[in-house]
């Protein structure tokens, strides 16, 4: 559905995006994620074909995004991270508002209208005006309205952004569904676990570069390398600390009342051999879990927890 080819951006000599390459499959829900400066809004803002790229290719649905803008639009639909609304139209004069844009009769839009709203759980406020609606149903309403002409590809920037958690959660199933309808979506998001849950494949970008894409299953594994382990022991706390610092393959090392974490290199078998090391010296282990890493703890790792 969607191919961008070596997409670079530059404001006044500074790089914004840089000669990054990123492939979304039809039906896909696909996660953006970076800090905030990395170059996410810039790149959906152009892959929307509202920001002019320094050099680079974008297609969507095989359709040329900066030769054909016009016939793209018709196939995207854009909500952006900061959006406007008209507080003095009523819910479904703002949805006709938008269908005339695309050319979308009165008659038919009422139709379209009524369908979208309950898609996004807003029909039973048809006809409140805009500016009385909460910021979830006014988000919901900014869904809806991206959805008018019927669009394949969906770009949503921070759609959850200053949500509460109950509108998140119902931001989600209606994303969820909209999947199920045939929709591809790319989100950006800062709420990484949500993400995770919600996403089939996400990329992360720093600096301006694509710098990992797959599913988060396969994300998880190409770092599994580095392993986070728990561990409790009884007494000898301080003992065990120090025949940890002796095992070669293990990284930082921290300790509070008993309990011992510890990041090491290796997969099962380098934890199987800390355990035999650890009993053998008679260190009481009372349990030794390993974390299973998150994309939070992925991210972290990939990006060097900088701010761009």
């Known amino acids: ?26 039906g896909e829900i696909y996660g953006f ?28 649905g095989g ?21 406007g609304v008209y507080d003095d139209l009523k819910v479904y004069e703002y949805m006709d508002f938008y269908a005339g844009l695309y050319g979308i009769s009165k008659q ?57 958690p109950r509108a998140r959660v119902e931001m989600t199933e209606i994303l969820k569904e909209l999947r199920s309808l045939g929709k591809t979506i790319l989100i950006s998001s800062h709420i990484l676990h949500e993400l995770s849950e919600l996403c089939t494949s996400i990329g992360i970008i720093d600096a301006g570069k694509l710098i990992a894409s797959g599913s988060v299953q396969d994300i998880l594994e190409k770092m599994s390398h580095a392993n986070q382990v728990k561990i409790r022991v009884s007494s000898k706390e301080e003992e065990a600390v120090k025949i940890l610092m002796e095992i070669p393959g293990i990284g930082s090392i921290s300790s509070v009342v008993g309990v011992i974490d510890v990041n090491m290199e290796g ?20 349990s030794f879990q390993p974390v299973e890493s998150s994309l939070e703890t992925v991210f972290m790792q990939l990006t060097k927890g900088e701010e761009q």
């Open 63 to 83: 359709i040329d995004v900066f030769k054909e803008p016009l016939e793209v639009k018709k196939h995207i639909g854009y909500m952006p991270d900061f959006f």
């Open 1 to 26: 559905m969607l191919h961008v080819e070596n997409l670079t951006k530059r404001y006044n000599g500074t790089l914004a995006v840089d000669r990054l390459n990123m492939d979304i499959p039809e």
């Open 33 to 60: 994620v970076g800090a905030n400066g990395a170059g996410k809004t810039t790149t959906m803002r152009i892959i929307a074909g509202l920001l002019a790229p320094s050099s680079g290719k974008v297609f969507i």
């Open 267 to 286: 997969g099962d078998e380098a934890c199987v051999r800390v355990l035999k090391t650890l009993v053998e010296r008679d260190i009481p282990v009372v």
């Open 108 to 164: 038919k839009s009422r139709g379209l209208t009524d369908s979208l709203l309950e898609l996004v759980r807003l029909t039973n406020k048809k006809d409140a005006y805009v500016d009385t609606l909460s910021r979830g149903m006014k988000q919901r309403l900014c869904l809806a309205r991206s959805l008018i002409h019927d669009p394949e590809f969906l770009i949503l920037d921070e759609p959850a952004s200053g949500l509460d």
